[in-house]
């Protein structure tokens, strides 16, 4: 029986047989259909092992089917190798041991699904690292690193993966399971003679060598990113008979890789960096063979154009402003034992006479920061704003370094011929240290005519590669981008070697099938293309307007590079809580992106059939928190809370009787909130907790208890006070400062006003309309919205400010009010009016001085605030007060608004919070302040086991010091 004709037949003995998650659902097969490139195949189902030995019975399954089998890691490929009609290997979430480290012979031997990050972390207190980092180095698995044969910058120093590869252990489709690595003659001899499986595999690969060892040698590029092809190299004697050099990059197409053995380097405790500015990116290529004696340990390569991109997108600003003068720039990295050594080795340059602007670092912090100018490249020059989308393709080529100047301008000869040259673009960036060059095309990949350009222009910049004896990859792999492309540089006789060698593992074609060996065609399984017709909504609620008004291609923004994916949030990012707690694809922001994307339909096999109406897509939407953690994290700034709001808005439509009964309960919590506030039934209802949990539907937690005055009623009796000397500012009374916390807003008004502010609210009931965006009913957070822009439109045409306390709600009128309004001149007075209490303290108020506070303090930030305020005005003021303020790494607390408190989800919230926030808090001084602006945040932290502490708003911690010196 075929899989074809059983496909549940398969899954079903996937699932006896198998010690791990078997998904063979629509929802799973879309969230795998692609990877970070332009391809497209649904899988065939997902199996998720939780052992090596697991992984290596679902091949068995497998093969008794007659199936195809992919491995996949953080499923981040460029050229489409991660992607195929076959059953999906996921190694990422279980198979993620360190199994051991042998420190005196600087090797460890791992499981495939390990993060690099992860990894190295454990290996720190060794002193050792594994050396290859590419630039997803926060989320790439070390099986994806070994089926690419990655690099990374730090590859000047240590070489690719191939190169630093001890042993591997692999399995075969028919079953057969060795550990290989380099094979001395008596090892040989010694295999040769056991007369089994694994015998006539190596008996075959030494004739197979033989037969083209002057080929190779003739053919192979001799440069440092050849990375294109098979490592048949691997298998001369010069390199020592290595079968795992040779399994290394062959993209899941020969072998299944169960466990592999590491080959780990010291770490360079001190490290400098040297950045020399030059009048364009192939005069700075030129400069790059006179830097390389002085042996640094990375050199790379960026252009104005990469720069203007991230400007753009206001990524990495600080760092951006450490740049000499310039449009392109090398970035020299010099390591050493001592930072003398290192200092050392960066003036032996500087000494040598470059003609270039110079900008020499050594503060470490500075240093990583422009480091990720260079890594944010992929995502920094996908989906500009008023710039055609760019693409892969042709995103990985490398020639010699002394080729390197040459190679740029004719490829920008290139770009020009075809029309993808302009002022703005391409940019181009890279590994310039080894030749190797990233870029992202204006490739038109929707229509025909476009199509057949991509393909004429592929063979072109393919033919001049290989005409300057380079390599079409100098990392990313061939895939299908551009296996068919391979004869182009390795000639006839070699490209039959690599079907020979296919033979010899894989001869019924069943791993990985059309990558590599007998391609399919590099215009073929598009993701787009010109058949591509998905649906195009036209009654949204959001304007989508810097996506041409179009959800499908707001849901097109994720490029695939799985930031989302990262297992840290360090760097003070949020992006993605639920995926770091599940480690589940489909509770990525990658992975929700890819389900509304299916969603979408337009291809013809998709999975997804019912729409909006999806509940596959609404199940992977139930975990985002609608932290808005990935409308900035994500490199190309997709907003996952956003698209949520929008798809639960359309998923209930005319039936809102399907909604949980929590959606009506906290999405009208401000009219609920105003009617107890209003009949001043506050401590009634706080009394029987137990019923209204029951009556909401909510999860089984405490209630955050009602304030028995509101922050409304107290300024009514109190009145303003002080000279207002500095104008009038309204204080927008959000319905969880007024109704619950009203203690916040009564200390802003007292620090406001010590600014010399007059401090003025809305008199009645008034709302940004969070909740009903939140909960996706945006059809009233509309008319609520549209209703106060109404009431504030007069204070706002004078030019008044608007105070928020409470950062969700600020970030409604600072971003989603211009979605769902996006030609309202009040709604844009509204954004560019509306400021936190840090930014109108440190922006408005010149020659303001804050209480000195001679405090520590541990800084929860709101995760609306991270992604749409910044939290730089709050660092300036804490500063300027005494505050020493440690800006907590922990991402998303976990409450996150409605989130926290929906049945189902008090798992994911608390594990959120275990994950940083509450250990820091345990471990923290009795003295030290907890600074949490967001409601939600010290809600968290006071029902959780925060070790008895209490988050405190910003304006609070200043309020106690004014009274502390009597102003």
């Not at 997803?136 to 690419?148: D, K, Q, V, Y």
């Not at 929700?592 to 337009?602: Q, T, V």
């Not at 800084?859 to 300036?876: I, K, N, S």
Request: contains cysteine; aromatic residues 6%.
């Amino acid at each position: 029986m075929t899989v074809t004709e059983a496909p549940a037949a398969l899954a079903a003995a996937l699932r006896d047989r198998v010690d791990g998650e078997i998904r063979f659902d629509p929802g799973s097969r879309a969230a795998y259909s692609t990877d970070a490139s332009n391809f497209r195949q649904v899988p065939l189902g997902v199996v998720v092992p939780r052992t090596p030995d697991a992984g290596a019975e679902a091949v068995a399954v497998a093969r008794d089917f007659g199936a195809p089998v992919l491995s996949r890691g953080g499923g981040t490929s460029l050229a489409g190798q991660c992607a195929n009609t076959a059953v999906v290997v996921d190694w990422s979430k279980y198979c993620t041991t360190l199994e051991s480290v042998d420190v005196d012979g600087r090797t460890c031997v791992v499981q495939p699904g390990i993060v690099l990050d992860v990894l190295n972390r454990q290996l720190e207190r060794h002193g050792l690292r594994y050396g290859p980092e590419p630039a997803t180095h926060m989320n790439c698995t070390l099986g994806g690193m070994i089926g690419n044969n990655s690099c990374g910058a730090t590859a000047q120093r240590t070489g690719k993966v191939v190169d630093n590869i001890a042993r591997l252990e692999v399995l075969l489709y028919d079953g057969t399971r060795f550990w290989c690595g380099e094979t001395t003659d008596e090892e040989y001899a010694a295999i040769e003679r056991r007369g089994d499986p694994r015998a006539a595999i190596y008996r075959q690969l030494r004739a197979l060598r033989d037969a083209y060892a002057d080929e190779i040698r003739r053919r192979y590029p001799d440069i440092p990113r050849r990375v294109s092809g098979y490592n048949l190299d691997s298998l001369l004697p010069e390199h020592g008979f290595d079968v795992a050099g040779l399994l290394v990059g062959s993209e899941s197409t020969l072998v299944t890789v169960l466990r592999a053995e590491l080959e780990l380097v010291p770490v360079l405790p001190e490290r400098t960096l040297v950045v020399l500015g030059y009048p364009d990116i192939a005069t700075a290529a030129d400069a790059v063979p006179a830097i390389l004696p002085h042996e640094p340990i990375a050199l790379e390569g960026v252009d104005a154009k990469l720069i203007r991109d991230e400007q753009l997108k206001h990524l990495n600003p600080d760092a951006l402003g450490e740049l000499p003068e310039g449009k392109a720039f090398l970035m020299v990295q010099f390591g050493g034992e001592t930072a003398e050594e290192a200092r050392s080795r960066a003036e032996g340059l500087l000494h040598d006479g470059h003609r270039a602007d110079v900008r020499f670092l050594g503060d470490p912090v500075r240093e990583d920061e422009l480091w990720h100018v260079r890594e944010a490249g992929l995502g920094a020059t996908a989906h500009v704003a008023d710039r055609p989308d760019t693409f892969e393709g042709w995103e990985d080529s490398a020639v010699a370094p002394e080729r390197l100047g040459e190679y740029l301008r004719r490829l920008r000869d290139l770009y020009r011929e075809f029309g993808y040259e302009s002022d703005t673009g391409p940019a181009l960036y890279g590994h310039f240290g080894q030749g190797c060059v990233h870029t992202r095309i204006p490739f038109d990949l929707y229509t025909a005519d476009g199509v057949a350009a991509y393909r004429r222009f592929m063979e072109r910049a393919a033919d001049l590669v290989a005409a300057l004896g380079g390599s079409f990859s100098g990392e990313h792999g061939d895939g299908q981008s551009r296996g068919e492309l391979l004869p182009r540089m390795f000639g006839p006789e070699i490209v039959a070697a690599f079907g020979r060698l296919k033979a010899i593992f894989d001869p019924g074609d069943h791993m990985n099938p059309g990558k590599v060996v007998a391609p399919a065609p590099l215009d073929d399984h598009l993701r787009l293309g010109p058949d591509w017709a998905p649906a195009e909504p036209r009654d949204l609620r959001f304007g989508y307007p810097h996506d041409g008004g179009s959800f499908a291609q707001a849901v097109n923004r994720c490029v695939g590079v799985g930031r989302c994916r990262q297992h840290s949030t360090e760097g003070g990012q949020v992006m993605c809580p639920s995926y770091q707690v599940t480690g589940e694809e489909e509770h990525s922001t990658r992975g929700r992106a890819r389900l509304l994307f299916e969603m979408l339909g337009g291809h013809g096999d998709e999975t997804l059939r019912r729409g909006w109406r999806s509940e596959e897509v609404k199940d992977a939407l139930d975990l985002c928190l609608a932290c808005k953690g990935c409308k900035t994290d994500c490199p190309a700034n997709v907003d996952m809370a956003t698209y949520k709001a929008e798809f639960l808005s359309h998923h209930y439509e005319g039936r809102q009787w399907r909604r949980p009964r929590s959606d009506l309960a906290l999405g009208w919590l401000p009219v609920a909130a105003a009617v107890v506030a209003g009949l001043r039934l506050g401590p009634l209802v706080n009394r029987v907790p137990g019923l209204a949990r029951t009556v909401a539907g909510i999860a089984d937690r405490e209630l955050p208890a009602f304030a028995r005055e509101t922050l409304q009623h107290w300024f009514r009796r109190r009145g303003p006070r002080g000279d207002g000397g500095r104008g009038k500012v309204l204080l927008w009374p959000d319905t969880f400062t007024n109704g619950f916390h009203p203690q916040v807003g009564r200390a802003a008004v007292e620090v406001i006003e010590d600014a010399g502010w007059r401090v003025v609210l809305p008199p009645g009931p008034v709302c940004c309309g969070l909740t009903w965006i939140s909960t996706g009913q945006v059809d009233t957070a509309r008319r609520v919205l549209g209703r106060t822009v109404r009431l504030l439109a007069g204070h706002l045409r004078e030019g008044g400010l608007v105070v928020g306390l409470e950062p969700s709600c600020t970030a409604v009128f600072r971003g989603d009010a211009e979605e769902l309004f996006p030609a309202d001149l009040d709604v844009r007075r509204l954004r560019n009016q509306t400021v936190t209490l840090a930014e109108l303290l440190t922006r408005h108020s010149p020659g303001y001085r804050p209480p000195r506070l001679d405090v520590d303090a541990l800084a929860q930030v709101h995760c609306h605030q991270h992604a749409v305020m910044g939290f730089d005005a709050d660092e300036e003021l804490l500063r300027a007060a005494g505050v020493r303020a440690e800006h907590l790494d922990s991402g998303c607390c976990g409450l996150a608004g409605n989130f926290g408190f929906e049945r189902g989800h008090l798992e994911v919230s608390e594990a959120c919070a275990e994950r940083v926030l509450l250990p820091r808090l345990r471990a923290a001084g009795r003295e030290t302040a907890v600074l949490a602006d967001g409601f939600s945040c010290r809600t968290q932290i006071h029902q959780l086991d925060s070790g008895g502490r209490e988050g405190v708003h910003l304006a609070q911690l200043l309020a106690v010091g004014l009274h502390e010196e009597g102003r």
